[in-house]
């Protein structure tokens, strides 16, 4: 049987986690087992990866790093078509996927689980949308796709070529504090967004949105708990739409939108839905997306939950 593979990306958290790595590796070891490790060294790889250990048999594939790499991994084992386990080990900025499936931070704790934990069957979300290039292209996700603010958060962040936690940050910056407080600024400069939306088999309908999540995990954006009512085994996505709330009601409600006490505002509205469609409602407008954090392309796109898709190795 082969060992099981940890696929690392040094460079998240501004590249903290390859200088953590030597420790990392020595709690793995240690409450673990024997593993096998493989390092990416560009977007996409951990994809490659992957789904290449996932066809020669490998069973247990763990991705240590944040939202991002434990996204790539997932997709590459979606894509393999086999039924490799996804293991967490965390070392990024964000863990929003983390939080849902209440993995733990500390290495040890989490390997503990790799080594203990109980086998589920979760959902997951699969996107269409246009590419950077102009191409239809397909994504699986396992936590949350959205557009609006938090794309032109994520947008700002590349185009500027900061990092969500640089290297010499405070202890206390979290991921939470950087995205919240970069969709703060976006909030006081940019417009709301026009769409049409349709969920299921409903007719479309016209949407002005400030933020429009389509959530499979409960979190996004370094724990905003954006979705509180998502199950990862319901065979549904929560679909939270926030209206054009205008810069003093973000600024002011900020703190409900954060700990998951929004959906009863009165221009927040959540629905259940296994498929949702959207596109601008102004024909040449590019919206941008990000999938799992990453920004990956625009509208129009196409969300599609597909039940108990994905192995993942959680907590007993």
């Known amino acids: ?20 790595w030597p420790g990392i590796a020595s709690d793995l070891g240690s409450n673990f087992g ?45 894509e393999s078509g086999t039924a490799a386990e996804l293991g967490i080990l965390p070392s990024g900025t964000g863990g929003d996927f983390r939080r849902t499936i209440e993995v733990p931070t500390r290495p040890r704790d989490a390997a503990q689980i790799l080594r203990q934990g109980q086998t589920r069957l979760i959902d997951v979300g699969r996107v269409t949308y246009m590419n950077s290039s102009g191409v239809e292209d397909t994504r699986y996700f396992v936590g949350v796709a959205s557009f609006g603010m938090s794309a032109a958060v994520i947008e700002r962040v590349k185009d500027s070529g900061l990092e969500w936690f640089p290297a010499k940050a405070s202890k206390w910056l979290s991921g939470r504090v950087a995205f919240g407080t970069s969709m703060l600024q976006i909030a006081l400069q940019s417009a709301a967004t026009q769409v049409v ?50 810069t ?39 919206i941008a997306i990000e999938i799992d954090g990453e920004l990956l392309g625009h509208l129009p796109a196409t969300f599609q939950i597909l039940p108990a898709a994905l192995r993942v190795r959680c907590p007993g």
């Open 197 to 246: 939306v349709r969920l299921d088999d409903e007719h479309e309908r016209h949407l002005t949105v400030a933020n429009f999540c389509v959530a499979n995990g409960r979190y996004f954006g370094g724990g905003m708990k954006i979705a509180p009512d998502a199950k990862l085994t319901d065979g549904r996505f929560d679909v939270v739409s926030i209206g054009d709330l205008g």
């Open 34 to 78: 024997a593993f096998k490790v493989a390092f990416t060294s560009k977007a996409g790889e951990g994809i490659e990866l992957a789904s290449e250990a996932a066809r020669k048999g490998v069973k247990l594939i763990i991705a240590c790093g944040g939202d991002g790499t434990i996204s790539e991994v997932a997709n590459g084992i979606l």
């Open 1 to 20: 049987m082969s060992l099981p593979l940890v696929i690392v990306n040094p460079e998240s958290a501004a590249g903290a986690t390859g200088e953590a």
């Open 248 to 286: 003093r009601k973000i600024l002011t409600n900020a703190p409900r939108i954060y700990f998951g006490s929004h959906l009863s505002m009165d221009q927040v509205h959540h629905a259940l839905a296994r498929k949702v469609l959207a596109r601008p409602f102004a024909k040449d407008e590019g």
